[in-house]
Structure formats: C-alpha cells, structure tokens
C-alpha cells in the first residue's frame, strides 16, 4: 500500500509563492509517475503538473507553465510543487497522486493513490 501526505498549503496574496510537499511512504518509487492535480470548488479536478520517477521527466499544464515547478527528492521519497506568482484563480483543493502503471501521466484516472489534499488560497 502507498500513502501520500500533502503539506505546505495556505493563505498567499496574488503574486506570492508557495511550495507543497508530498511525502510517499510504502514502496519505493523507483518507477513510479506521480503528479499533482487540483479541484477548485464547483469545478472538476485538473491536471496541474507531473513527473516521472525513473527519468526525471516533467509536465505541465499550460496554466501553470513557467509560474510552477515539480521536483523530487529521491532520498526523502518527497515530491515538490513551487508555485510562484500566484493568481487568484490558482485557488483549489491540490492532491498528489502516483502510480506504478506507465501511463501519460496527465489523467487524473490512471493513478493508483491519492493523498488527502491542501488547501491552497490566493487572495485578490
């Protein structure tokens, strides 16, 4: 079984930066894809960003590209997303996800696991 812990949500002005964490714990994640997705409230859940645990590969949607940024740190099993310059409309509910399958990564359906969710809010 895998668990997934986010962390590092809050309350930031527009314009401001966040960085959230996600601890994984129960397997090693050598081969794994995992990313992060996000539902804002009367919304569906989006793609935001992913990575590719054996090479390193990395994807974004094109809402956030150049603003966030997904990294890992192998030896801590922890997956990272930066967020810079913050918009109002980058206010949602942000889960991480992984899993083992090789899939496109940007389907919130193909993965496995989830974690519980951060609350992330930007302010006008």
């Known amino acids: 079984q895998v668990q997934l812990v986010e962390s590092g949500g809050g309350l930031v002005q527009a314009g401001g930066s966040l960085r959230l964490s996600c601890a994984a714990s129960g397997r090693t994640f050598s081969n794994y894809g995992m990313g992060w997705f996000r539902q804002a409230p009367g919304k569906e859940r989006e793609f935001v960003a992913a990575l590719s645990w054996s090479d390193g590969r990395t994807y974004y949607a094109d809402g956030v590209k150049g603003r966030f940024t997904i990294s890992r740190d192998n030896a801590k099993n922890t997956m990272y997303l930066q967020m810079n310059s913050l918009k109002p409309e980058d206010t949602a509910v942000y889960y991480c996800?992984?899993?083992?399958?090789?899939?496109?990564?940007?389907?919130?359906?193909?993965?496995?696991?989830w974690g519980q969710g951060t609350q992330v809010t930007v302010s006008s």
């Open positions: 996800a992984a899993t083992a399958r090789v899939v496109p990564l940007i389907v919130g359906r193909d993965y496995d696991y």
